[in-house]
């Protein structure tokens, strides 16, 4: 028999009431489990506003520690349901840095190993180095009653290195918490949103996995959120969307034996040709000077100074 598992996305609109945005994704997250959903996944930092688009904001309310808040507030909830749940965070560490990460409960409430965010992006509306030390304990598999999953943060889900780590680990889905949308006032000469879900669905045909996105949506600032949380499965097909502008519960069933009758099939792992593969290199590594005068660059920079105004 297949091995089907019921995932669930949480789709929320974030406000600057801190309160408010934990005991909203409560209420949200319960409903999935009450409807069935076993590994649970908010989207990247679900408890504040997507503070990184500005510079300079004052975060000491923001941060909390790995058995903070957020681990109290939902192990009772991951206990009661039998779930495993995915709590992105932005966390300060006992090192005094602060990282993107997640904390994980599993069914029984009890937290396991920290993910911190291993890409961190510096761009207009994504100032996170501003913010965020590189994350610094690798890629984290959990093994779970459940299945076995990987979490991987936003700005990760562009490279498809970080995806193939993952599933080498084991990882039969991918969660990719993110907090990603249009900057108001600046056109881009193509469809973004369209790129970031095409590079989702091709991690999943590459590496014969499920991908499960969760994204906010709303309007923070001079960012319109996508929404579009959606399921993939192991060949790229979208199983479940959500919309685009309000919240939502996304609960779908995925097949993990599916993965591997087409990892069998297709043989992508298999075939691989490691000893072609040159990674570590120096090449492209820089920001290059000539970024701050290209058009693109400098028309989102303008449509940022909008909300200040």
């Not at 499960?212 to 923070?220: D, F, S």
């Not at 995925?254 to 040159?278: A, C």
Request: glycine residues 6%; hydrophobic residues 35%; proline residues 4%.
């Amino acid at each position: 028999m297949p091995k089907i598992v019921k995932i669930g996305l949480i789709q929320t609109k974030v406000t600057k009431d801190l309160k408010h945005n934990i005991n909203h994704a409560k209420k949200m997250v319960e409903d999935a489990a009450k409807k069935g959903a076993k590994i649970i996944c908010l989207p990247e930092l679900y408890k504040t506003p997507y503070f990184p688009q500005e510079q300079g904001v004052d975060t000491s309310t923001f941060w909390e520690r790995t058995k903070g808040e957020s681990f109290e507030k939902f192990a009772p909830l991951a206990k009661k349901y039998k779930a495993c749940i995915i709590l992105p965070i932005f966390e300060q560490a006992a090192n005094g840095k602060f990282y993107n990460s997640v904390v994980v409960v599993d069914d029984m409430g009890k937290i396991l190993p920290t993910y911190r965010k291993l890409h961190i992006p510096h761009d207009p509306g994504f100032y996170e180095k501003d913010y965020f030390e590189n994350g610094d304990q690798g890629y984290k598999v959990y093994k779970t009653k459940f299945g076995t999953f990987a979490v991987l943060i936003c700005f990760d889900q562009w490279f498809p290195e970080a995806a193939r780590m993952a599933r080498l680990a084991g990882a039969q889905i991918i969660f990719y918490p993110t907090a990603i949308g249009d900057v108001i006032g600046y056109e881009h000469p193509n469809d973004w949103h369209d790129a970031w879900e095409t590079i989702q669905r091709g991690h999943a045909i590459a590496n014969s996995v499920v991908v499960a996105t969760v994204n906010r949506t709303g309007r923070e600032g001079q960012t319109q959120f996508w929404g579009q949380s959606f399921v993939s499965d192991a060949w790229g097909k979208i199983l479940k969307r959500a919309p685009k502008n309000s919240e939502s519960v996304v609960v779908q069933d995925v097949d993990l034996e599916y993965n591997e009758f087409l990892s069998e099939g297709w043989g992508f792992m298999r075939n691989r040709r490691v000893d072609t593969y040159i990674l570590h290199t120096d090449k492209l590594v820089e920001k290059s000077k000539k970024l701050k005068n290209v058009a693109h660059y400098k028309q989102m920079q303008a449509a940022l100074k909008k909300s200040k105004q």
